[in-house]
């Protein structure tokens, strides 16, 4: 009993640490509407963040018109996705180090649960927001994410979209997808810093629906097709960001700081359920030993 007792605080303790070192890495995730500070502000964003944002634009609609490159190398509208059925949009780039990898992979776990069948039910429409990118890596990242699908034969229902930036610009203006780019750690301009969201449109094109972040409620995603499919507009939703930001050198100091913030929680949180195990096991030990001694004398003397 002691020691279930001890296993029982032991729980207790550890998952006040653990909510402790969550909102340690809190620290990464900012609600929209921040406002941003330069690198000597520990607890807020670099100043580069300022031009990064999603504006919910819902009703919006989207330019038909723009024109791209599929995955394929087949030059495409915009509107050549609409017209019978609703669409999930991500505006991302196919080289990014982070962020929009986990975003991709969020919707695919999500798709996974979601009774629906891309190419028939909905489209599935990815833009690269890097005016460098070509089809061929839209192509293999398409490859990828169908395969980690695990419906080949939906392959057709999704589109991995490469376009120039005028084009580019156009869908993130309707969208209202903020991004800005960045110097990597070699100082070319070669990353962007952007924030993470899909969008749901209607069979017309206008925006429907907004989810952020890069994980996605199957269920949410559901509903929100079949409401879009019937050219129901949806509510805004609380403006919690995921940024996507790599490396800016006024800044990097910062982004380090973080970082280090929480890989010295996590290593703090370990020690310390570590020490508080030791201590609390040799006290029931103790404690136990002399529980024997007295019953032992209590038998003797009687």
């Known amino acids: 009993m002691k020691?279930?007792?001890?296993?029982?605080?032991?729980?207790?303790?550890?998952?006040?640490?653990?909510?402790?070192?969550?909102?340690?890495?809190?620290a990464q995730v900012s609600s929209y509407g921040d406002k941003q500070a330069g690198e000597n502000a520990g607890d807020q964003l670099p100043n580069v963040l300022?031009?990064?944002?999603?504006?919910q634009h819902l009703n919006q609609q989207l330019p038909l018109d723009a024109q791209f490159v599929d995955d394929r190398g087949n030059s495409v509208r915009l509107g050549d996705y609409f017209g019978?059925?609703?669409?999930?949009?991500?505006?991302?780039?196919?080289?990014?180090?982070?962020?929009?990898?986990?975003?991709?992979?969020g919707l695919a776990s999500a798709l996974e649960m979601v009774k629906l069948t891309p190419g028939k039910d909905f489209d599935i429409i990815i833009l690269s927001i890097d005016p460098t990118e070509t089809p061929q890596l839209a192509a293999r990242k398409k490859n990828y994410y169908v395969k980690r699908y695990g419906r080949p034969e939906t392959a057709n229902g999704w589109h991995?979209?490469?376009?120039?930036?005028?084009?580019?610009?156009a869908v993130a203006k309707a969208v209202g997808f903020g991004y800005v780019r960045v110097p990597g750690p070699d100082g070319k301009l070669d990353q962007y810093?952007?924030?993470?969201?899909?969008?749901?449109?209607?069979?017309?094109?206008?925006?429907?629906?907004?989810?952020?972040?890069?994980?996605?409620?199957?269920?949410?995603?559901?509903l929100g097709l079949i409401e879009a499919s019937g050219n129901k507009i949806g509510s805004p939703v609380a403006n919690i960001l995921t940024y996507c930001y790599h490396y800016d050198p006024?800044?990097?100091?910062?982004?380090?700081?973080?970082?280090?913030?929480?890989?010295?929680?996590?290593?703090?949180?370990?020690?310390?359920?570590?020490?508080f195990m030791f201590v609390m096991f040799r006290r029931d030990l103790r404690l136990g030993r002399?529980?024997?001694?007295?019953?032992?004398?209590?038998?003797?003397?009687?």
Request: proline share 3%.
């Open 290 to 302: 002399e529980h024997d001694l007295t019953s032992k004398r209590t038998e003797d003397e009687g």
């Open 84 to 105: 019978k059925r609703p669409a999930i949009l991500s505006l991302v780039y196919y080289n990014c180090p982070m962020l929009c990898s986990e975003e991709m992979d």
């Open 250 to 275: 006024q800044t990097n100091r910062h982004s380090l700081k973080v970082v280090r913030v929480v890989q010295v929680g996590g290593m703090v949180t370990m020690i310390s359920l570590g020490s």
């Open 160 to 169: 991995f979209l490469t376009g120039t930036q005028a084009n580019i610009d």
């Open 50 to 55: 300022n031009h990064v944002a999603i504006e």
């Open 3 to 26: 020691i279930g007792t001890t296993i029982r605080r032991f729980m207790q303790w550890g998952a006040a640490a653990a909510l402790g070192s969550a909102l340690i890495a809190g």
């Open 193 to 222: 810093a952007h924030a993470s969201s899909i969008e749901l449109a209607t069979p017309q094109g206008k925006l429907a629906q907004y989810y952020l972040g890069v994980e996605y409620s199957p269920k949410d995603v559901l």
